[in-house]
């Protein structure tokens, strides 16, 4: 078995080397997600991440789920993934990074930066062997119509990935995105959409009596070979951006995403003892769709000097979002041990009911002002009006429920230089925020939670050391806490708190050596009724008091301009479970802390007039056993060890 794996991995190698011998400098030689971080707090290039932070996951909270997502800098209602081929990164605008983002959220802001306008023609064709012996074939091609006014950049791509628990998806996409440039202004309409043919469902091991399951071996799928789900999926839209006059600024977008199922299943093992030993059944979803139209347009009007800036923002954002949900067919599947193979044959048919359908309405007149005064600081102010509108249409008795909320939402920052590379920044927030999607083992489960008011208040120092910057923050984030009550419905049951104090560490050495350190301590609370009647515990699910995460790179002097790279990362412990139990003392169930290595090397080989480029990562070198929280009583597997290649050429 080591033999065939060695053979499949070194003949990956081969293959990425010779067929894609057309696309690296684009793909690979430039998407160095570390040299390009300014910060530890989140930065993604292509396949590469960077940081302490992911847009589901900053300061313990999502900012894709509560909604906070921009695509170059316009607000965005994101339901499906966005492919690598309309963003050139991903960045966590929180902190220092989010003192000059007017109309900033609580949860941060996820910023998709758009692909550029190229200048030269030409494609790129890669090749990955994905981790878990996954595959994904792409291509791009990159077409200047006419200079400097007229562009068009397109791809394509195909894959069969895997994850640690065996679970497969297989599926294709196209991209197309356009850069028409008339007079001052430019118009950049795009599409990015495509399938998934196969989406098996990830075996869940819902842990309510407080019972935790051994991590079962990688690669074993536990699940039923019929639960594979399909689903299509699609952003499409336009920017818009431009100036009206030497002093009027117009930017603004409209869009469409889309992540319609066809077909979707949860098998779901309750487990019952420490042994394993679980009630095992499936919930079969019918078609449902989930799509969201939104838009943004805000004039900016700017004046400048030598001392000083000034901008006033006016502007309106809106969104449409429709969720399907419920509908779905119980199969019990009996008594079954967790980590054991329970094959059962698929049911004749299914007996679907209707679905529930949700629908959210939300916007927001927007007035703002940032200033600038130089060597003194920075002052960013913003003022919202929000309207937000909820129905939710019940399929099974045709009642509808609504919910609606118009609050006045704010935000503030001053950022202060204190002396020669030394800064200062305060600043807060209040927001009307999303709350994803209800627990897949809840009643209500994949419903769209209410928006929730949500408060930030933080501030920090940086320090500019000129190859270096050091950032130390502290901030406090209170929000909804959702848990389930007694019928299992996953509903607000008090407020979370996060209060904590981060650190981040950039240094980049002389294009040699660069290093990226970052780390948060936190005090995650629950307060409320939930807690006083004994159905939360103390602290909420999933989230860790410590987290650290160190990135590093060097180049080197080898042939292929070498570099090594590493990622070490610990992960502190957490709660499984929003209950607390008997049996266990009173506490909540735990999640043991985790360490894990990750080590790479990324290589740029010219051939001929273009160069190959190959990356090579080895994820959690040690195969660290863990899982990962979700939701309250959820546990999926985390990553264990497994490689990554990547080739890719340009021509």
């Known amino acids: 078995m080591a033999i065939r794996r060695f053979a499949g991995l070194a003949g990956s190698v081969a293959f990425g080397a010779i067929a894609l011998a057309s696309p690296a400098k684009a793909q690979l030689a430039e998407n160095d997600a570390i040299a390009e971080s300014d910060d530890a707090f989140g930065t993604n290039v292509g396949l590469e991440s960077t940081g302490i932070y992911t847009e589901h996951d900053t300061r313990g909270f999502s900012p894709l789920d509560a909604g906070n997502v921009r695509y170059d800098g316009v607000y965005f209602d994101q339901v499906s993934f966005l492919t690598n081929k309309l963003r050139a990164t991903t960045s966590i605008r929180v902190g220092f990074a989010a003192v000059e983002t007017p109309f900033v959220a609580p949860t941060g802001i996820v910023n998709h930066g758009a692909r550029p306008f190229p200048k030269d023609a030409g494609g790129t064709l890669t090749y990955t062997r994905f981790y878990y012996d996954g595959v994904f074939h792409e291509g791009e091609f990159r077409l200047p119509v006419k200079k400097d006014r007229i562009a068009i950049i397109g791809g394509f791509g195909y894959s069969k990935f895997a994850q640690a628990d065996g679970t497969q998806s297989d599926s294709w996409g196209i991209t197309a995105k356009a850069n028409i440039r008339i007079g001052r202004f430019e118009l950049a309409p795009f599409y990015g959409g495509g399938e998934f043919m196969r989406n098996d469902a990830k075996p869940i091991a819902y842990v309510p009596d407080g019972f935790r399951p051994k991590v079962p071996p990688a690669m074993r799928y536990l699940g039923q070979d019929w639960v594979r789900g399909a689903r299509d999926h699609g952003n499409y839209g336009t920017t818009l951006k431009g100036a009206i006059s030497d002093h009027l600024y117009f930017r603004g977008g409209l869009f469409h995403s889309q992540g319609n199922k066809k077909k979707g299943f949860s098998e779901i093992y309750r487990i019952r003892a420490d042994d394993g030993t679980a009630a095992h059944y499936v919930l079969a979803d019918p078609a449902q769709d989930v799509n969201s139209t939104s838009g943004e347009g805000i004039f900016v009007l700017h004046f400048r000097n030598e001392r000083t800036q000034h901008r006033f923002y006016a502007g309106y954002r809106s969104r449409n979002r429709l969720t399907e949900t419920d509908g779905y067919d119980y199969i019990d599947l009996g008594t079954a041990t967790f980590g054991q193979y329970d094959k059962i044959p698929k049911p004749a048919q299914f007996d679907f009911e209707e679905v529930n359908r949700g629908r959210v309405k939300q916007s927001s007149f927007l007035l703002g002002y940032v200033g600038f005064l130089k060597d003194v600081g920075q002052i960013n102010l913003g003022l919202q009006k929000a309207r937000y509108r909820a129905t939710l249409a019940r399929g099974d008795t045709g009642l509808v429920e609504r919910q609606q909320a118009d609050p006045w939402l704010y935000n503030a920052a001053l950022r202060l230089n204190i002396a020669d590379g030394l800064m200062a920044y305060a600043a807060t927030q209040r927001g009307l925020e999303d709350s994803g999607l209800a627990a897949e083992s809840a009643i209500n489960r994949n419903e769209q939670l209410p928006a929730a008011r949500s408060t930030q208040y933080e501030g920090g120092v940086r320090w500019d050391m000129g190859k270096a910057q050091l950032v130390l923050a502290a901030f406090q984030i209170t929000k909804p806490n959702f848990g389930y009550d007694a019928a299992r419905r996953f509903i607000v049951l008090g407020d979370q708190r996060h209060r904590g104090a981060e650190i981040s560490l950039a240094a980049h050495f002389d294009k040699t050596f660069d290093v990226l350190f970052g780390a948060y301590l936190?005090?995650?609370?629950?307060?409320?009724?939930?807690?006083?009647?004994?159905?939360?515990?103390?602290?909420?699910?999933?989230?860790?008091?410590?987290?650290?995460?160190?990135?590093?790179?060097?180049?080197?002097?080898?042939?292929?301009?070498?570099?090594?790279?590493?990622?070490?990362?610990?992960?502190?412990?957490?709660?499984?479970?929003?209950?607390?139990?008997?049996?266990?003392?009173?506490?909540?169930?735990?999640?043991?802390?985790?360490?894990?290595?990750?080590?790479?090397?990324?290589?740029?080989?010219?051939?001929?007039?273009?160069?190959?480029?190959?990356?090579?990562?080895?994820?959690?070198?040690?195969?660290?056993?863990?899982?990962?929280?979700?939701?309250?009583?959820?546990?999926?597997?985390?990553?264990?060890?497994?490689?990554?290649?990547?080739?890719?050429?340009?021509?």
Do not use: C
């Open 522 to 651: 936190m005090d995650p609370t629950v307060s409320g009724p939930g807690r006083s009647a004994g159905l939360v515990g103390p602290r909420p699910t999933g989230v860790p008091k410590v987290y650290a995460r160190m990135d590093a790179s060097w180049l080197t002097v080898l042939p292929g301009a070498t570099t090594l790279t590493a990622t070490l990362e610990h992960l502190g412990d957490r709660p499984a479970t929003a209950t607390q139990f008997a049996h266990l003392g009173g506490k909540q169930l735990m999640l043991p802390s985790v360490t894990t290595l990750d080590l790479g090397t990324r290589n740029v080989v010219p051939i001929g007039k273009t160069v190959l480029g190959v990356r090579m990562i080895v994820r959690n070198v040690f195969d660290a056993k863990s899982w990962h929280a979700p939701s309250p009583d959820v546990l999926f597997q985390r990553h264990r060890r497994s490689v990554l290649i990547v080739a890719s050429v340009d021509f």
